[in-house]
């Protein structure tokens, strides 16, 4: 890289900004988690972090590259220096003050309203921005203060960028894959954010020691004589006129960014958990790009850079690339037991965009800047802009409105025009040919694809499948051809009509010690359990976070019009655990019907002890939970019932009346051991009809002596670890490869 600097220092940098990376990854997966817990499992969370993010490495990019020059003048400091200090303030604030300025900016938004309102969203948006900010914004400053320190040892560098970012992008695809795959698993978020801050720490130490062995400029380190002999590496792309480079910079930053956000929701269907599938596509995108500005590198030291024609050409090819696999006969075709096949095929589409992400944007900003600080933070803040507005406008301006596929379409568009423009001094024939390859793949994306929604219209057209999108989800709503009807969340199967969700409300308002009065129904799904718990007639409130899953209420019931309109029955979006943060209000029975599979993201936040805790405080005397506990995986099932039972004293387990899962009935008093007959007797006729509404047996009794007959003591389930529970630091449902694969 430094054709006057010794081989063990341009070493030590790359592993410095290795590990830079890697650390700033690290928070940002946990950061995002966090923010879940804190304002929501809703896509603006993610984009405003994804966002804010970015925002503060452009303002620091822009910022520094401005002042080092001045800094180091006025204070006859090396540069390293100021690294140093960056990378410390990053350990210290990412680490410590983030999820302490979440959990107070939690508690300020308690009265901001429902999730769906206008404030709710600004104010949380605000927030987040205030939380992460000032620590991505000295993120963002390693760049232009480690390239002044290598402008101290060496006047002539002019590609000095593209090597901190090879080091800093592979530190980043390492930070994610340590992160989501391994460390939260063994150690939580809060070990692993220590860890992450003790790595800034050491980056921090080792800044301050070459800030003090800094020799001047004028006085370069002996090379040796093969350094001495090294052609010194002139940057492509100088000849692009500037403001052409400025609008690629922030085209590619805005598209890519955006397109994380599709993707992540566009791959949940096949990866089914969004906490590895945000992972996964953020470390393919980072490996990807690492790749790209490898080949960029060695092209570079080659002198065979690619002309800049090819390469947008690629982007507008490859930006469709993943709408072409992620086709859903394509997909299905790898399925059965082959399902991962079909992740890594989703995944392997992504790869070649970002690798030739990776091999322009170092390239664009090489030329740009030839090694100046100013110039390159200048370059580097007008990507990140175009990364900041990218999610906001995928999750605000797109996904609302149009499907993935199309959104991807539409993203594609802009590098078809730069081709256009740049490719004029190409032969006619080449030209030509490149703008029909990529015209041909959007047309074949646009009529010829079968993405996830188109499949499901198709095999159900007409009335039969409704299709609605918000802020928060995509959300569908099918009816087969045998009247069983079915609701999808962004892709992902959420419930079926079926009386478990009636058992859900009848059994603990039976088992309660007198009348019920009131129940709290978290997690609406098809409305089932709150019109059984509106059969009571008793104030049933029902918190749902997707506004799209209560619009769909009178798709699967007859009778949405008439629960809707009973004085007794209220429905809040909000998310559950803020709702009862925000609320006063105290209820007789509380219901939890977490969405499936267990392991989607943020369900823990519904299986907790901190959350049972927090239940525990809205019930009424006598009160009983309810949570259900879908799938049959033991070792999950056994987490939640340990956190129950550290909650309450007093739980009673029962499987369900048809398929797997589990009721876990929980309260501070004793769950009396009741027949079906004497639960049936102090059911209101009303209730009774509408628990027999699809059972084969038309006696109540009979019907709940079914599930009665299957219960057991929550003792049982327990296994005889007690660490197999789940906490807000450790999400046990969450992150489970390693114990699905025995290595922990």
Same mark, same amino acid.
Not at 466 to 489: E, F, P, W
């Given at each position: 890289?430094? @054709?006057?600097?010794?081989?063990?220092? =341009?070493?030590?940098?790359?592993?410095?900004?290795?590990?830079?990376?890697?650390?700033?990854?690290?928070?940002? $997966?946990?950061?995002?988690?966090?923010?879940?817990?804190?304002?929501?499992?809703?896509?603006?969370?993610?984009?405003?972090?994804?966002?804010?993010?970015?925002?503060?490495?452009?303002?620091?990019?822009?910022?520094?590259?401005?002042?080092?020059? &001045?800094?180091?003048?006025?204070? +006859?400091?090396?540069?390293?220096?100021?690294?140093?200090?960056?990378?410390?303030?990053?350990?210290?604030?990412?680490?410590?003050?983030?999820? =302490?300025?979440?959990?107070?900016?939690?508690?300020?938004?308690?009265?901001? +309203?429902?999730?769906?309102?206008?404030?709710?969203?600004?104010?949380?948006?605000?927030?987040?921005?205030?939380?992460?900010?000032?620590?991505?914004?000295?993120? +963002?400053?390693?760049?232009?203060?480690?390239?002044?320190?290598?402008?101290?040892?060496?006047?002539?560098?002019?590609?000095?960028?593209?090597?901190?970012?090879?080091?800093?992008?592979?530190?980043?695809?390492?930070?994610?894959?340590?992160?989501?795959?391994?460390?939260?698993?063994?150690?939580?978020?809060?070990?692993?954010?220590?860890?992450?801050?003790?790595?800034?720490?050491?980056?921090?130490?080792?800044?301050?020691?070459?800030?003090?062995?800094? =020799?001047?400029?004028?006085?370069?380190?002996? &090379?040796?004589?093969?350094?001495?002999?090294?052609?010194?590496?002139?940057?492509?792309?100088?000849?692009?006129?500037?403001?052409?480079?400025?609008?690629?910079?922030?085209?590619?930053?805005?598209?890519?960014?955006?397109?994380?956000?599709?993707?992540?929701?566009?791959?949940?269907?096949?990866?089914?958990?969004?906490?590895?599938?945000?992972?996964?596509?953020?470390?393919?995108?980072?490996?990807?790009?690492?790749?790209? @500005?490898?080949?960029?590198?060695?092209?570079?030291?080659?002198?065979?850079?690619?002309?800049?024609?090819?390469?947008?050409?690629?982007?507008?090819?490859?930006?469709?690339?993943?709408?072409?696999?992620?086709?859903?006969?394509? $997909?299905?075709?790898?399925?059965?037991?082959?399902?991962?096949?079909? %992740?890594?095929?989703?995944?392997?589409?992504?790869?070649?965009?970002?690798?030739?992400?990776?091999?322009?944007? &170092?390239?664009?900003?090489?030329?740009?800047?030839?090694?100046?600080?100013?110039?390159?933070?200048?370059?580097?803040?007008?990507?990140?802009?175009?990364?900041?507005?990218?999610?906001?406008?995928?999750?605000?301006?797109?996904?609302?409105?149009?499907?993935?596929?199309?959104?991807?379409?539409?993203? #594609?568009?802009?590098?078809?025009?730069?081709?256009?423009?740049?490719?004029?001094?190409?032969?006619?024939?080449?030209?030509?040919?490149?703008?029909?390859?990529?015209?041909?793949?959007?047309?074949?994306?646009?009529?010829?694809?079968?993405?996830?929604?188109?499949?499901?219209?198709?095999?159900?057209?007409?009335?039969?499948?409704?299709?609605?999108?918000?802020?928060?989800?995509?959300?569908?709503?099918?009816?087969?051809?045998?009247?069983? /009807?079915?609701?999808?969340?962004?892709?992902?199967?959420?419930?079926?009509?079926?009386?478990?969700? /009636?058992?859900?409300?009848?059994?603990?308002?039976?088992?309660?010690?007198?009348?019920?009065?009131?129940?709290?129904?978290?997690?609406?799904?098809?409305?089932?359990?709150?019109?059984? %718990?509106?059969?009571?007639?008793?104030?049933?409130?029902?918190?749902?976070?997707?506004?799209?899953?209560?619009?769909?209420?009178?798709?699967?019931?007859?009778?949405?019009?008439?629960?809707?309109?009973?004085?007794?029955?209220?429905?809040?979006?909000?998310?559950?655990?803020?709702?009862?943060?925000?609320?006063?209000?105290?209820?007789?029975?509380?219901?939890?019907?977490?969405?499936?599979?267990?392991?989607?993201? +943020?369900?823990?936040?519904?299986?907790?002890?901190?959350?049972?805790?927090?239940?525990?405080?809205?019930?009424?005397?006598?009160?009983?939970?309810?949570?259900?506990?879908?799938?049959?995986?033991?070792?999950?099932?056994?987490?939640? $019932? =340990?956190?129950?039972?550290?909650?309450?004293?007093?739980?009673?387990?029962?499987?369900? $009346?048809?398929?797997?899962?589990?009721?876990?009935?929980?309260?501070?008093?004793?769950? &009396?051991?009741?027949?079906?007959?004497?639960?049936?007797? /102090?059911?209101?006729? #009303?209730?009774?009809?509408?628990?027999?509404?699809?059972?084969?047996?038309?006696?109540?009794?009979?019907?709940?002596?079914?599930?009665?007959?299957?219960?057991?003591?929550?003792?049982?389930?327990?296994?005889?670890?007690?660490?197999?529970?789940?906490?807000?630091?450790?999400?046990?449902?969450?992150?489970?490869?390693?114990?699905?694969? /025995?290595?922990?």
């Amino acid at each position: 890289m430094i @054709s006057r600097m010794n081989r063990s220092t =341009r070493r030590l940098l790359f592993l410095l900004f290795f590990l830079s990376g890697f650390c700033s990854l690290v928070y940002q $997966v946990i950061w995002t988690r966090m923010a879940f817990a804190s304002f929501g499992i809703i896509t603006p969370v993610l984009s405003v972090v994804l966002s804010v993010f970015m925002l503060g490495l452009a303002v620091g990019s822009w910022a520094a590259g401005r002042l080092i020059g &001045p800094w180091t003048k006025a204070t +006859g400091w090396s540069a390293a220096y100021f690294y140093a200090g960056a990378e410390l303030t990053i350990g210290l604030g990412g680490a410590f003050g983030v999820p =302490r300025l979440f959990r107070l900016g939690e508690h300020c938004l308690l009265a901001a +309203g429902q999730t769906n309102s206008f404030d709710y969203l600004f104010w949380s948006a605000l927030v987040l921005a205030v939380s992460i900010f000032p620590w991505c914004v000295f993120m +963002g400053s390693t760049f232009p203060l480690m390239m002044a320190f290598v402008r101290e040892r060496d006047e002539r560098n002019q590609e000095s960028f593209s090597y901190l970012y090879l080091a800093n992008v592979l530190g980043a695809m390492s930070g994610t894959l340590w992160t989501a795959l391994i460390s939260i698993e063994i150690l939580g978020f809060h070990l692993t954010l220590l860890d992450a801050a003790a790595g800034n720490c050491i980056i921090a130490a080792i800044g301050v020691l070459l800030g003090r062995s800094r =020799r001047p400029a004028t006085v370069p380190s002996t &090379p040796t004589a093969a350094e001495e002999n090294r052609p010194v590496m002139v940057p492509p792309f100088q000849q692009v006129p500037g403001r052409l480079v400025q609008w690629l910079l922030f085209s590619t930053g805005f598209v890519s960014m955006a397109m994380e956000v599709i993707w992540t929701r566009a791959f949940t269907p096949v990866l089914q958990t969004q906490v590895y599938a945000f992972a996964s596509i953020i470390c393919v995108y980072l490996g990807a790009t690492f790749f790209g @500005s490898w080949r960029y590198r060695r092209d570079l030291r080659n002198g065979r850079v690619r002309a800049l024609a090819t390469l947008i050409f690629l982007l507008a090819l490859t930006a469709l690339l993943p709408a072409v696999i992620n086709d859903y006969r394509i $997909v299905q075709a790898a399925w059965g037991e082959l399902r991962p096949v079909s %992740a890594l095929i989703l995944l392997a589409s992504i790869c070649p965009f970002c690798a030739t992400l990776g091999y322009l944007t &170092p390239g664009l900003i090489d030329g740009y800047a030839t090694g100046r600080p100013a110039e390159a933070g200048k370059a580097y803040a007008i990507n990140v802009i175009g990364c900041i507005l990218g999610p906001l406008a995928a999750s605000y301006g797109l996904l609302p409105w149009i499907n993935e596929r199309s959104a991807l379409i539409l993203l #594609s568009l802009p590098f078809l025009g730069y081709y256009w423009w740049v490719s004029k001094p190409l032969p006619p024939l080449h030209r030509w040919g490149g703008g029909l390859i990529v015209g041909a793949t959007l047309v074949w994306v646009a009529f010829g694809t079968l993405d996830f929604e188109k499949s499901i219209v198709r095999v159900h057209p007409g009335p039969s499948t409704v299709i609605r999108r918000d802020y928060a989800a995509s959300t569908i709503s099918v009816a087969g051809q045998m009247g069983d /009807k079915h609701l999808l969340v962004n892709g992902v199967g959420m419930t079926v009509l079926t009386p478990i969700t /009636k058992f859900m409300a009848h059994l603990p308002l039976a088992y309660h010690q007198g009348p019920p009065q009131s129940v709290l129904i978290i997690c609406f799904g098809m409305g089932t359990t709150y019109r059984s %718990a509106l059969s009571w007639n008793i104030d049933t409130t029902a918190v749902e976070l997707v506004p799209g899953v209560t619009k769909a209420f009178g798709f699967y019931h007859a009778d949405a019009p008439r629960c809707l309109s009973n004085p007794r029955g209220h429905i809040v979006i909000d998310d559950g655990r803020r709702f009862l943060n925000r609320t006063q209000e105290k209820f007789d029975v509380i219901i939890i019907d977490p969405p499936p599979p267990p392991q989607a993201a +943020g369900s823990s936040l519904l299986y907790s002890t901190k959350f049972y805790e927090l239940v525990k405080a809205h019930l009424q005397p006598h009160g009983i939970l309810q949570t259900w506990v879908p799938g049959y995986d033991i070792s999950l099932i056994q987490g939640v $019932v =340990r956190s129950v039972c550290d909650s309450f004293p007093h739980t009673q387990c029962f499987a369900p $009346v048809q398929g797997v899962g589990l009721h876990v009935l929980a309260s501070m008093d004793p769950i &009396p051991p009741l027949n079906g007959t004497q639960l049936a007797a /102090k059911m209101p006729d #009303s209730a009774k009809q509408d628990l027999l509404e699809w059972s084969d047996i038309p006696d109540a009794a009979k019907y709940i002596d079914r599930v009665i007959a299957k219960g057991t003591a929550a003792t049982n389930l327990l296994n005889p670890d007690p660490e197999i529970a789940i906490t807000d630091d450790r999400p046990y449902n969450e992150y489970y490869l390693l114990r699905t694969w /025995k290595l922990f």
